[in-house]
């Protein structure tokens, strides 16, 4: 397993943009495909982003597609979610995650998770 820690998140406008970043502990990140989810309030936990371990294939949520962007730096065990064009339905924790592959990230069939960081979006 790795161990994540997020960070990033904070207060925007509406229409505005954050960049989050999860950092990994571990010499397997390079080996693991990564992702992103967020939970509201009173709300499931849901699949933002994903990212093969080789950085080549993404995979996003349509509510998001177009304006997130999810990046991987293998050298730094680090990966990105750039959100552009944030919306009031965007506020949520957000979570990175570790799995074994883009399609197990996708179901949330996943091995290691971080604490979350919080986005708010002011309108």
């Known amino acids: 397993q790795v161990q994540l820690v997020e960070s990033g998140g904070g207060l925007v406008q509406a229409g505005g943009s954050l960049r989050l970043s999860c950092a990994a502990s571990?010499?397997?990140?390079?080996?693991?495909?990564m992702g992103w989810f967020r939970q509201a309030p009173g709300k499931e936990r849901e699949f933002v982003a994903g990212?093969?371990?080789?950085?080549?294939?993404?995979g996003y949520a349509d509510s998001v597609k177009g304006r997130f962007t999810i990046s991987r730096d293998n050298a730094k065990n680090t990966v990105y979610l750039q959100m552009n064009s944030l919306k009031p339905a965007d506020p949520a924790g957000y979570y990175c995650?570790?799995?074994?592959?883009?399609?197990?990230?996708?179901?949330?069939?996943?091995?290691?998770w971080g604490q979350g960081t919080q986005v708010i979006v002011s309108s």
């Open positions: 990212i093969r371990s080789s950085g080549g294939v993404t």
């Open positions: 995650a570790a799995g074994a592959s883009l399609s197990a990230i996708q179901r949330g069939l996943c091995g290691s």
């Open positions: 571990g010499r397997t990140f390079s080996s693991n495909a």
